[in-house]
């Protein structure tokens, strides 16, 4: 796994801990479609409370980003495959077809700490993850910048 796909991981994980701080239950995390045909069938996290279903897509940026933290990386055609992906689980899992569903967008951000400094890892504290306050892994640092729900809309 490469640097940049392990930061991705790491901001997934630290999304779907806020999720389920804020009372929501992971059903799936990294979920893959199973037809190959699919150019990109996966959705980061899917996550439910109550009778709602999230599709939360992921984004973690470091510094100096082209994207706008991630926000412009969820352009139309990005939506439409989100949106694909979320109508194949739906057909794959139909005992969630009549929750009411959204699309959210988590936009973290990540630097890299000074190797010479001996971090804890977030895993081993039981700190609770907080919108806008920096959290240490290994030897990166991350924040959840911002939370955005029902992001967007595909209907």
Not at 112 to 135: D, F, I, T
Request: hydrophobic share 40%.
């Amino acid at each position: 796994m490469s640097l940049s796909a392990d930061k991705g991981v790491l901001g997934e994980k630290l999304v779907a801990q806020w999720l389920q701080q804020q009372g929501w239950a992971i059903l799936h995390w990294r979920w893959r479609t199973r037809t190959l045909r699919e150019k990109s069938g996966e959705l980061d996290i899917i996550a439910q409370r109550a009778h709602e279903l999230a599709f939360v897509e992921v984004k973690t940026r470091s510094r100096g980003n082209w994207d706008g933290d991630g926000k412009l990386a969820i352009a139309a055609k990005k939506q439409q495959l989100i949106w694909q992906a979320a109508e194949l689980f739906l057909a794959e899992h139909p005992a969630y077809a009549d929750l009411s569903c959204r699309f959210d967008v988590a936009l973290v951000r990540c630097h890299s700490l000074p190797r010479a400094a001996n971090y804890h890892s977030q895993e081993s504290q039981s700190e609770p993850v907080k919108l806008g306050q920096a959290v240490q892994v290994d030897n990166y640092q991350f924040i959840l910048q911002e939370y955005i729900p029902s992001a967007f809309d595909c209907s």
